[in-house]
C-alpha cells in the first residue's frame, strides 16, 4: 500500500511537483546567472547584451537570455519556467522543447540588437548602444504563444480573480508591460525583449517547427494566423498586411514543402485540415484539465491509488 503522506488534501506537494528534468536543470542556469553577476558584476559587460559590445562579444546574443540581473526577474523566469515548462515538454518532446528555447532566445536577442542599433542611428543617443539587456522573459512569452496554439480556447484564472482564454495570454502581458513602460524606465528596457519573444515564437511555431508525425513543418491554421493577436476590430487592418509578408517570405516554400511532403508518403500540414488542427487544441485541452484536476484534487487521486494497491 502506497503510503499516504506522498499527498496531501490542500495540494501542495502535487503543485510542486512533476517538474521536468530539462526545466529543473535550466532553473540551474539562470539562478547561477543571477549569483554570477552578484559575485562578478563585471561580467555582465561579457554576458548580457550591449549593442555597442556585441560585435566583438557575439556570444552574448547567446547568454543574454539566461541573465537575470535583478532577484525578482530571477524568480519569474524560474517559475514561470517550471510551471509552464511541466505542461509545454511532454506535449512538444525534450528536444523539440529545448529547441524552441535556444531559437526564441537567440532570434529575440537578434532583433533587439538590430532595433537599438536602428534607434541610435535614427535618433544619435548613445544610451541605446550602451544599455544591459537580458532576461529570460521574451522565451516566457514565447511559452504562453505556445499555449495559445495548442489549447487556445482553454479558461485559464489569473489570480483566481479573472478567468482569461490561453489565446489572449501573450497579447494581454504585452499589452499590460506596453502600459506599465510609460511609468517604469526599467520595463520600458525590457519591453522590445517581449514583444520579440512573442512575434520570433509565433515565426517558430507558425513556420518553422518539424512535427514528428509528418515530414511537413509549421501550423497554417486560421486560429494561429498573426491577427488572432488583436482584437477582432482590429483583424481586418492586420490581417491584409500580414498575409504580405506571409507570401514574401513564406507562402512559396510552404506550398514547396507541402507538396514535397505529401510526396515523400506525409500529410497535410498540421492545421490545414480543420479536423486535424480540432484534434490538436482538443488534446491539448485535455492535457490542461488533467494536469489542473490532479492538483486540484490530490486527495481523490491519492485515494484512487489506495483502493488501486488494496485491490
Request: overall charge positive; charged content about 20%.
Amino acid at each position: 500500500m502506497l503510503p499516504m503522506s506522498s499527498a496531501s488534501p490542500s495540494g501542495g506537494p502535487r503543485t510542486f511537483s512533476g517538474f521536468t528534468r530539462l526545466c529543473k536543470g535550466l532553473s540551474v542556469v539562470l539562478i547561477g546567472g543571477y549569483i554570477l553577476l552578484q559575485i562578478f558584476p563585471s561580467a555582465a559587460s561579457y554576458l548580457t547584451l550591449i549593442p555597442a559590445r556585441t560585435i566583438p562579444f557575439a556570444w552574448n546574443l547567446i547568454t543574454a537570455g539566461y541573465i537575470e540581473q535583478s532577484l525578482p526577474r530571477a524568480i519569474i523566469s524560474i517559475i514561470g519556467l517550471l510551471f509552464i515548462g511541466k505542461l509545454l515538454e511532454p506535449i512538444w518532446g525534450p528536444k523539440e522543447f529545448m529547441k524552441f528555447i535556444l531559437v526564441v532566445n537567440f532570434f529575440t536577442s537578434t532583433c533587439v540588437f538590430v532595433t537599438a542599433i536602428s534607434l541610435y542611428y535614427l535618433k544619435r543617443e548613445e544610451g541605446y548602444l550602451y544599455v544591459q539587456i537580458s532576461g529570460f522573459q521574451g522565451v516566457l512569452l514565447g511559452f504562453l504563444v505556445g499555449i495559445k496554439q495548442i489549447m487556445p480556447d482553454q479558461e485559464i484564472s489569473l489570480f483566481s480573480l479573472l478567468k482569461i482564454k490561453a489565446k489572449w495570454l501573450p497579447s494581454l502581458f504585452v499589452l499590460a508591460s506596453t502600459a506599465w513602460s510609460f511609468f517604469s524606465l526599467e520595463a520600458m528596457s525590457y519591453l522590445p525583449t517581449l514583444i520579440f519573444g512573442v512575434y520570433t515564437s509565433w515565426i517558430y511555431l507558425r513556420y518553422l517547427q518539424k512535427k514528428p508525425e509528418t515530414n511537413l513543418r509549421g501550423d497554417p491554421s486560421d486560429d494561429f494566423a498573426f491577427a488572432t493577436f488583436f482584437p477582432e476590430f482590429l483583424r481586418p487592418i492586420v490581417g491584409p498586411i500580414a498575409s504580405i509578408f506571409h507570401r514574401l517570405l513564406c507562402g512559396r516554400s510552404q506550398i514547396a514543402d507541402q507538396d514535397k511532403g505529401i510526396r515523400e508518403g506525409g500529410f497535410p500540414l498540421p492545421g490545414s485540415d480543420p479536423i486535424e488542427a480540432s484534434r490538436r487544441r482538443e488534446r491539448g485541452a485535455r492535457a490542461l484539465e488533467q494536469r489542473l484536476a490532479a492538483e486540484k484534487s490530490p486527495a481523490k487521486t491519492s485515494e484512487g491509488i489506495v483502493a488501486e494497491d488494496i485491490v
